[in-house]
């Protein structure tokens, strides 16, 4: 019977202990989101700054940019894969707002002497990047858009587009 007491004693202190290790976790998670929360709240006349990682894996690193009507945006794209361009370029275009960027995708695939950017949907653009080879960066400079909503960006290398693709909201 004292066995099986101090057995139960036991399992309760490890689990108390295991229980305060999550909480002590949790709260340092919170604080580590706030702190990244308040790192991306600016002034809408303040520059944003943004980087873009693209990898071999046909991913960027983010989805989603938040940026305030007018606001001015310095966007570097980076290309960390290792994979030559001319099989895995990347780029960044993005979009007006309401471009059905699925047939901007399939024209760019017969537009690869200019990149990848066809020239005759090119009033589709807000902004783009060259296309880039690995360890390659394009830093370009451009203000969000004065209306409020989504505006879709992607990569047009061929097949890219289903999995390299995100959104800009202007608030």
């Known amino acids: 019977m004292t066995k099986q007491i101090l057995s139960v004693l036991a399992l309760s202190f490890l689990l108390s202990s295991c229980g305060g290790g999550e909480s002590k976790a949790t709260e340092e998670t919170v604080s580590e989101e706030e702190v990244v929360v308040e790192e991306l709240a600016t002034d809408e006349n303040e520059p944003l700054t943004v980087l873009i990682e693209a990898n071999d894996q046909m991913k960027y690193n983010l989805s989603r940019i938040d940026a305030s009507a007018g606001q001015e945006i310095t966007l570097t794209l980076k290309n960390v894969g ?3 361009k001319a099989s895995m370029g990347h780029n960044f275009i993005l979009f007006q707002k309401g471009v ?4 901007f995708a399939m024209e760019a695939m017969n537009a690869k002497e200019t990149d990848y950017l066809p020239s005759s949907l090119m009033s589709d653009v807000l902004a783009h990047t060259s296309l880039l080879g690995p360890g390659e960066e394009e830093t370009i400079l451009f203000n969000a858009p004065d209306e409020a909503g989504p505006y879709k960006f992607i990569c047009s290398f061929p097949g ?7 959104i800009l909201f202007v608030q």
């Open 82 to 84: 290792e994979m030559p």
């Open 100 to 103: 059905d960027v699925q047939a």
């Open 160 to 166: 890219h587009f289903a999995s390299m693709q995100g």
